[in-house]
């Protein structure tokens, strides 16, 4: 608890230059001075060339800024960029500077034929400039205020990204504090954020000491200094190693930074899987083994593959996390989810600038780093939890055994729901299996008969009757189970069962289906209902209308579905129109059991007309 207090201070001041991090980051004020001049087209050469090339060398247009994984992938080593400019706005009593805010990995320039500043070394290890902005003053009546010639020359070795934004010119009063403030958020930021991680991993290298059980502590305090270490890539201008060494260590560095948070992290929450432990070392194995075995040309791509996969990697911990933090109700593990997720959102940001991809550059702002600012936060969110935890070491047992008895009876009641429902599904299969063994015997046994009946008749009504309860016998049995039959398929059937009904009997039918929603479904009753109305209104022409044609036609308009049976027949009779037999009543009940109304016209040219209006709102949907 002492240590906890001690840190508060050190905390909320690397809250705040967090804070002013990300607000430096996002904040695009607009220049100061309207005559700033940023050079966005310009010329480029791949030459090893000391001094800038003349005119017979290969100049070709570019547009910045300029990533040479993108635009020029064969390019490695060093290129060479021209500008022409005018600058009518010219003060010969002012001073002004070129500064160049984002480049990789060094550069110097020469204004109109004259050496104006230079990062340092060309030669390894060569001089990192990758995360540190550059000004340099023009010297007096150098800069002219037309026909002005600005050559810089950027050397990005093996293993490295070649990139050049915009170069500007403006006075050095303007241009001054731009420059100091990005070298206070990218270089200074850094340094003091770095010191307090490394006064963090003793802290918790000193407890693992004296306490060696507890491995997450010793794991975390490595991955701090592995941290301090890698910083180092974000401010120091001379590496100590040459530039593909450097970039293997620091690049190989992040698989094995996420995999000693996520292991020790997981481990304080009380996660601990080994088998994704292995995943997360054999990770921290394979990255530099494929990073110092892949040709230079590839390194790159296989770094942000390395990355994306540790990216994958950390969101598995922060779905154990999220289990762990509101399932368990673990305040541990929500806030370590919390500040994880803002470090991989930031990450990806940052895989973003490192990857270039083409589509996915507008979802980055800005061009600086994110990922070093929220780090440190973590380590010191995690010292102060680590250190506290011995003082509510009892409240969590008590805490964890009252969790585990809840998770007890939770499962418990899971199974016994689970158990009444594998009972209720399994009597509902049975009573299905009952149900179709009587479909069958009907269908063998009634059918049969049915079908005796159909040849054996004596006249043709009772073959036409037979052959009726025979088709309606059919379709109970043929649509026993489904529970939805799309329109279109039972009117097909109705169809070939009309056709031959009329055809053995020398009547033409016209079949005609003039649908704009064809998707309409019916539940079994529908279908048989429909089904049962369409045979009983053929059977009435077959046997009173005398007619030589039948029309059937479906449709629909606005809410209604409109079927029509017409034929040129004798018509009703007059002592029918007052008293409606059993057949035209049973259409009418079938009709209302739709939800529908049923009405006969007679037609002026003979015959009878059925006009059959159901409302759309009775039939299931389709879905597309």
Not at 273 to 278: D, E, G, I, S, V
Not at 358 to 374: A, H, P, W
Not at 400 to 423: D, P, Y
Not at 434 to 451: M, P, S, T, V
């Amino acid at each position: 608890m002492m240590f906890a207090s001690i840190l508060v201070g050190p905390f909320r001041h690397l809250c705040l230059w967090l804070a002013l991090a990300i607000l430096s980051t996002f904040a695009h004020s607009a220049p100061v001075n309207p005559n700033l001049i940023s050079m966005v087209q310009g010329e480029f050469v791949e030459t090893t060339a000391p001094l800038p090339p003349g005119e017979q060398a290969d100049w070709r247009p570019v547009t910045l800024p300029d990533v040479w994984k993108i635009n020029h992938a064969s390019a490695d080593g060093i290129v060479w960029y021209r500008f022409r400019f005018d600058y009518p706005a010219l003060d010969q009593q002012a001073l002004y500077g070129l500064y160049l805010s984002r480049l990789s990995l060094n550069a110097e320039a020469f204004l109109n034929g004259e050496k104006i500043g230079s990062g340092g070394a060309f030669a390894e290890p060569v001089a990192r400039h990758w995360n540190r902005p550059l000004l340099f003053a023009i010297p007096p009546h150098l800069l002219k205020p037309r026909d002005n010639l600005l050559m810089v020359r950027v050397i990005a070795p093996s293993h490295s990204q070649g990139m050049l934004s915009p170069p500007q010119i403006d006075r050095l009063e303007h241009l001054q504090p731009r420059f100091e403030e990005a070298r206070f958020v990218r270089i200074t930021l850094n340094q003091t954020s770095s010191l307090l991680i490394v006064g963090i991993g003793l802290l918790m290298l000193s407890l693992w000491w004296r306490r060696k059980q507890d491995t997450a502590y010793g794991l975390f305090g490595l991955a701090a200094f592995v941290w301090a270490l890698q910083s180092l890539n974000f401010y120091i201008i001379t590496a100590p190693l040459p530039t593909p060494q450097w970039e293997l260590f620091v690049n190989a560095s992040f698989q094995a930074i996420a995999t000693l948070w996520l292991i020790s992290l997981l481990d304080f929450v009380g996660i601990r899987l080994k088998r994704f432990n292995q995943l997360l070392w054999g990770i921290l194995i394979l990255s530099p083994l494929t990073l110092l075995c892949i040709p230079a040309p590839y390194f790159t791509d296989v770094t942000d593959f390395w990355h994306l996969v540790t990216m994958a990697v950390v969101m598995v911990g922060l779905a154990l996390l999220a289990r762990e933090g509101f399932v368990h109700r673990n305040k541990d593990a929500r806030l370590l989810l919390m500040t994880l997720s803002i470090i991989l959102l930031f990450a990806f940001h940052d895989w973003l600038i490192h990857t270039n991809l083409t589509g996915l550059t507008r979802l980055v702002s800005g061009e600086e780093y994110l990922m070093q600012f929220s780090a440190p936060v973590l380590f010191l969110i995690v010292g102060l939890m680590m250190t506290s935890r011995y003082v509510g070491a009892l409240n969590n047992y008590e805490l964890l055994n009252q969790q585990l008895e809840q998770r007890v009876i939770s499962k418990h009641e899971e199974l016994n729901k689970n158990f009444e429902q594998l009972q209720a599904i399994l009597k509902e299969q049975a009573t299905l299996e009952e149900r179709e063994r009587i479909y069958q015997d009907l269908h063998d046994d009634l059918g049969a008969k049915l079908l005796t009946l159909v040849y054996r008749a004596q006249d043709s009504n009772n073959a036409e009757l037979a052959r009726s309860a025979l088709q309606d016998l059919r379709d109970v049995v043929s649509r026993a189970g489904t529970e939805h039959i799309p329109l279109t398929d039972a009117m097909a059937d109705y169809r070939i069962e009309c056709e031959k009904r009329l055809s053995d009997v020398h009547i033409q039918l016209a079949w005609l289906i003039e649908m704009k929603a064809d998707h309409l479904l019916l539940t079994q009753p529908q279908v048989l209902n429909l089904g049962r109305i369409i045979r009983e209104a053929v059977s009435n022409v077959i046997r009173h209308a005398q007619a030589s044609q039948v029309t059937v036609t479906l449709s629909n308009h606005e809410s209604q579905l409109s079927l029509t049976v017409s034929d040129n027949g004798i018509g009703l009779p007059a002592e029918s129109a007052r008293t409606k037999g059993r057949g035209l009543n049973n259409i009418q009940k079938r009709a209302t059991l739709l939800g529908g109304e049923v009405h006969f016209e007679a037609l002026a040219t003979g015959g009878l007309k059925l006009c059959l209006q159901l409302p759309l709102q009775a039939f299931a949907q389709a879905s597309h």
